[in-house]
């Protein structure tokens, strides 16, 4: 090349500058970030789910009449929802997607679903056992619960943080994901299209987070 040489230096900065500005325009139309977009979080070791809060201790009877607290469910990890039976709307479809969770999880070691109703006046235990022969639920993988109604609710809206505190058909269309200390770990809708997909993919970072 001819010139002088602070001429040709600045040339060659010139194209250097050129080549990097190309490579960053790259990365941006590909999507992609060049910096992790949490602290200390990567692709190959993304950042941990965050903690949502303790479930509160509670003592309430499942459709085979055992006892289940939350001291019977330490040591696993599991999914809670909250129905009714009789309901016509939502609940059905929730209990679909559940029953999808449920196809994942009874496969898993110490993983299970909860559904507790919000109406157990009506849902009695041979109501609830049958609504689970109706989804496919296996007795030691899909529990269904009956407490107290002001207790159930009271979990419900105070220690899940959803729902409503004293109307049981107002209750929530979310999942939530418990860790094995009976921590919260997430919620999803569960009739978002990606809403068991989204818990799915939770479920198996809380278990490598746990070094299951």
């Not at 559904?115 to 007795?139: H, S």
């Amino acid at each position: 090349m001819s010139g002088p040489a602070p001429l040709r230096a600045a040339i060659v900065a010139c194209g250097v500058l050129g080549l990097l500005a190309a490579g960053t325009a790259w990365v941006v139309l590909q999507g992609k970030d060049p910096a992790p977009s949490a602290e200390g979080a990567t692709a190959e070791t993304p950042a941990a789910l965050p903690d949502l809060g303790a479930v509160p201790e509670f003592s309430f009877t499942e459709r085979t009449g055992t006892k289940v607290g939350l001291a019977d469910l330490r040591g696993r990890t599991w999914v809670a929802d909250f129905v009714f039976t009789s309901c016509a709307g939502t609940c059905p479809a929730m209990s679909l997607r559940m029953a999808e969770v449920h196809e994942v999880l009874r496969k898993e070691p110490d993983a299970l679903c909860v559904t507790f109703t919000t109406d157990p006046e009506r849902d009695t235990l041979q109501v609830l056992e049958g609504y689970a022969i109706k989804y496919g639920a296996t007795p030691d993988r899909w529990l269904f619960v009956r407490g107290p109604q002001a207790e159930v609710l009271s979990l419900q809206h105070g220690g899940f943080k959803i729902g409503s505190a004293t109307d049981p058909f107002l209750h929530s269309e979310r999942f939530v994901l418990v860790d094995a200390r009976g921590r919260i770990r997430g919620y999803y809708h569960a009739l978002d299209p990606e809403g068991v997909p989204s818990l799915l993919r939770d479920f198996r970072r809380l278990r490598a987070e746990e070094g299951s």
